[in-house]
Structures are given as C-alpha cells and as structure tokens.
C-alpha cells in the first residue's frame, strides 16, 4: 500500500539564511465531478435507505409512543415493542461486538464497503456535495468560482450554499436530538421558543439546544468544509484497514497489464502498443479524495468506486472493454484464482453467525420482568411476636412490558419461611415499584447463620412471566 512520505521541519542554511518548511502540506481544495453509474446508483441507494430511516424513525409511533426513544432520563430506551432498562447494557456490548465483527467481515471479503456506502461521513458528504453542485454547478463551474475575484455574483451563491448547508445540519441535529426527547414534544418546544406557538411551554431546554447545534455543526463541518479529511486524518479506520486485507481481499484495483502505457487520444487515432488507458484523469476528477488509483491502493481510497464508473464511461466512448479500473483481488492481478472462503473469513462468518443466533434467541426467550434483591442493612435479623426471626428486604420489580401487571411474590428456601407482607403488588406499565418485604422463620426450623433463599415474582395474569432471584435468610 502506498504511503505518504512524513513531512518533517527541514532547516536549509542557503546565502539568504535558514529557510524553513511547513510541517503538513496546506490542503488544496477537491472538488470531486459528478459521476452516473452502476456504483453510484448503489451509493444514492445507501444515501436514501439511511436518511430515510434516520429521519423517519424518529416520527413513527408505537402504542402512543415515540416507537423508538432512547430516554436518558427516565433511563429507559424504547425500540418498537421493545423496552431495555440499564440492566439490559448486555444487549449493548453485544451490538458493539456484532458491528465490530461486521466491519472486520466485510473488509476481509470487499475492503471498505462502510466507508464508501453507509458511513455517515460518505453518506452527508454526499448530500452536502449534491447540494453544492445544485447552486454552484459542476466541477468545472467550481474551480472557476474558485478562482474568480470577489463578486455579488459569487457571495450570493456561496451564501445560498452555506444557508442551504447550515438549514441542512440543523435539521440533522434536531432530528438526533429527538431520539432522546421525544420528537414531536421537541418540535412544540422549538415552535414556542421561536414564537410560532400560543400554547403554554418551556421552550427548548439547554441540553437540547446544546446538543441540536453541536450535532448540527459537526455535520456542517465535517460534512462541508473538512469532508476528505475526516476520512484521513481523523479517521482511525483508515490507519489499520491494510491489517485486514489479503492478497484476496477484493478491492478497487487499476489493471496496469490493460492499461499502460498510457496514451492520450489524438486525431491520429492511438499509437502502436499502447494499453486501454487515455490518460484522461477522469479516475481523479470524481475521487472525493483526490487521490489516483492508477498509483495502486492507497490509505486514502474509501471505496466509493466513483473511478469505476468514471472509467467505464470513458472506455465506452473509446469503444474499450470496461473494466480498466475495477473490484479485484490482489491475487487476481497477478493471474492466481481468488479464494472467498478462506480462514479469517470462515471464522469471522461462524463467530458472527453465533453471536447473532445467541442474541436473537436472547431476545426471543427475554422474560418481560426484573427483579433486584436488597437486604435492609439497619437491621440484620430481630425478634418479633411469637419468637420469630425476621428479615427485611427490598424488592424493586420492574415491568418492562407497556401493560400494566399484578405479581405474586413468594420465598423459598426452608420449610418454615412466610412472607408477612402482602404477597400481591400492581406495577404500572414499564414502570419499576420498590417493595419492602418482611420474610420470618420459626427459630427451631432453621440453625443460626445464614441460609440460602430465592425470591420468586410471578405476574398474576401469565405465569410464564416469572422471575426468581437469590438471596440469604440471617438466623440468630
């Protein structure tokens, strides 16, 4: 994989004295052309499957509420009919290790098909770059803009653009923030506090104009002025990609047995001997990272196969076969046959497969109901009437069903424990209910020090949805 070379301070004594060069080179601004293809049909594809969801979810509604709300605040996240309570964090790790082995699947099999499809970076590159071509127009017309003195002409479309942009963002950051407020309680509080609205409100709260600019100006950012330099720079992704390849890693490759030497196009047709590339830099003018294929991969390319379509297009118009630049295998190029089932991939496909199969049967057989165990520490085991040992507890039931249910509560443990509370309680729909619970023992019936015992919370309607827990029973 080709690397930069480091750019390093160099102190040069000439006639005229030291002379001293930059440590990073200054960016030169990309301005990538529009490309019509097979792979850029897949990439609008990604664009609208993702934004779609991302700005459709938060208004979809499931038994009268957000159907998918993560509420910090109450500490409860909602997903569709699901309801997860911070002891559920185990289902988070897993997403985590899921994502994680997804990635390094995906890479071994086809390189950076996230970076270059459904990565947010690509995916509001893209947008804000549609965007630009709309109201600048295309490369062409850009570079020149670029070039032009200041004019009305170019600040009313650089401001058209960047409103166009800012508008864009903050939409972007209303919408994420309305995933941890509800939505449409937002959008209220957001048309009180423009004064759009009679109705009695608050307004929007500090945290969440907090949070709505700063998402909002992280995409206006990253997505419009930084854009290939996230994917750089700022991305670690980039840095240990190469780790995951092999020679049948398959990726966007330039077949130099096809194309060189290169030769330009003339009125005197092509010269004798010379490969299929015209060397016309069209794999450059639509790479949103500037760089050339035809140098061979690089830690820049995102795999977005923007030089695939480019290429195409000019092959056919050369009447060439297509295929100069395409998805390859470093194996192939070197005339060997690619192998898709190989061991890292077979590993990662059985540990994904498992850990996927092992979630969902989790969910599956999730039981709707949780149980925590606190002993009251103030006091350990007393008298009571009758010579009784007795213990207390606290019992925190939690319904995570959006049904409001009774439960049963009973012990277990030695044949002369009794609850001496009442063993019926109503919890309130994914509400929790902290319950005291006094537990006795006859004194001859058990022997002093502690003893084994298993809370059971049953819910009276469904006896299915039972849940016991473990604690000790302190006998004097």
Not at 48 to 56: R, S
Not at 84 to 94: G, S, T
Request: aromatic fraction near 12%.
């Amino acid at each position: 994989m080709a690397q930069p070379s480091a750019n390093i301070v160099r102190l040069q004594k000439k006639d005229d004295g030291p002379q001293e060069q930059a440590l990073y080179e200054v960016r030169k601004a990309i301005h990538p052309r529009a490309v019509h293809g097979w792979f850029a049909a897949w990439r609008w594809l990604a664009v609208w499957a993702t934004q779609l969801v991302f700005y459709g979810a938060a208004w979809l509604q499931w038994n009268g509420r957000q159907a998918v709300l993560f509420d910090i605040a109450d500490r409860k996240f909602y997903i569709f009919g699901l309801v997860f309570w911070p002891q559920d964090i185990i289902y988070l790790a897993v997403l985590l290790i899921i994502a994680a082995l997804s990635l390094f699947l995906f890479t071994a099999v086809a390189g950076r098909l996230w970076c270059g499809y459904a990565c947010p970076q690509t995916v509001y590159t893209e947008i804000f770059m549609w965007i630009e071509r709309r109201i600048e127009g295309d490369r062409n017309a850009r570079i020149k803009l670029d070039q032009e003195p200041v004019s009305p002409r170019k600040l009313r479309l650089r401001t058209a653009k960047h409103l166009a942009w800012a508008a864009f963002a903050l939409w972007t950051g209303f919408t994420f923030v309305g995933y941890f407020t509800p939505i449409r309680e937002l959008l209220h509080e957001l048309a009180v506090a423009l004064g759009l609205a009679d109705a009695p409100g608050a307004g929007l709260g500090p945290w969440e104009t907090f949070w709505a600019l700063f998402y909002g100006f992280a995409t206006y950012g990253n997505a419009g002025w930084m854009r290939e330099q996230v994917c750089t720079y700022m991305c670690p992704y980039a840095r240990f990609q190469s780790a995951m390849f092999d020679k049948d890693t398959l990726i966007i490759s330039y077949d130099p047995s096809r194309g060189e030497p290169r030769a330009k196009l003339s009125v005197k047709g092509r010269r004798e001997g010379a490969g299929d590339c015209v060397d016309c830099g069209i794999c450059v003018q639509v790479c949103p990272t500037g760089i050339d294929i035809r140098d061979g991969l690089q830690y820049q390319c995102i795999g977005c196969a923007a030089c695939i379509d480019g290429c195409d297009q000019v092959m056919d118009r050369v009447d060439r076969p297509r295929g100069l630049i395409r998805y390859s295998t470093a194996r192939a190029l070197e005339g060997g046959s690619t192998r898709i089932f190989r061991p890292r991939v077979l590993i990662y496909s059985g540990i994904l497969a498992g850990i996927v199969a092992a979630a969902a049967a989790g969910l599956w057989l999730r039981v709707p109901l949780k149980v925590d165990v606190i002993r009251d520490r103030a006091a350990i085991a007393r008298e009571v009437e009758g010579g009784q040992v007795e213990n207390v507890y606290r019992l925190q039931v939690m319904n995570t069903t959006e049904t409001s249910r009774e439960f049963e509560i009973s012990v277990t443990g030695a044949p002369t424990l009794q609850l001496a509370t009442d063993a019926r309680i109503f919890v309130a729909a994914t509400e929790s209910r902290m319950v005291p619970v006094r537990v006795r023992a006859q004194p001859g019936g058990l022997g002093a020090g502690t003893h084994k015992i298993r809370f059971g919370v049953r819910a009276v309607d469904d006896g299915r949805v039972a849940v016991q827990e473990k604690s000790v029973f302190v006998m004097r």
